[in-house]
């Protein structure tokens, strides 16, 4: 049974920093590319990083560039998104998913306020 379990969020001010984890069970996690998504109240679900199979390769939003770092430990089946200088506009659910197998995590909210 595919699991993906998010932990890490919390509330924090701005210019802080949080790091997301991803547990993942019930597949070959080293196989997969995986994906952390976010949603705001009121809007969309929007991509915020890629990370390929063996973590040569990220993709992030033009709105988190340079701030959040996606990784993973396939060791640890475990995925991470780090987020730094984090802002209110930051503040949503985050969720994890592996696109190939349609699976999503249960999401952790993140609120960013001063």
């Known amino acids: 049974q595919v699991r993906l379990v998010e932990s890490g969020g919390a509330l924090v001010q701005p210019g802080g920093s949080l790091r997301l984890s991803c547990a993942a069970s019930g597949f070959i996690f080293s196989s997969y590319l995986m994906k952390w998504y976010r949603q705001a109240p009121g809007k969309e679900r929007e991509l915020v990083a890629t990370?390929?199979?063996?973590?040569?390769?990220?993709n992030y939003a033009d709105s988190v560039k340079g701030r959040f770092t996606v990784s993973r430990d396939n060791a640890k089946n475990t995925l991470y998104l780090q987020m730094n200088s984090l802002k209110p506009e930051d503040t949503a659910v985050y969720y994890c998913?592996?696109?190939?197998?349609?699976?999503w995590g249960q999401g952790t909210q993140v609120t960013v306020f001063s």
């Open positions: 990370i390929n199979s063996n973590g040569a390769w990220s």
């Open positions: 998913t592996a696109p190939a197998l349609g699976y």
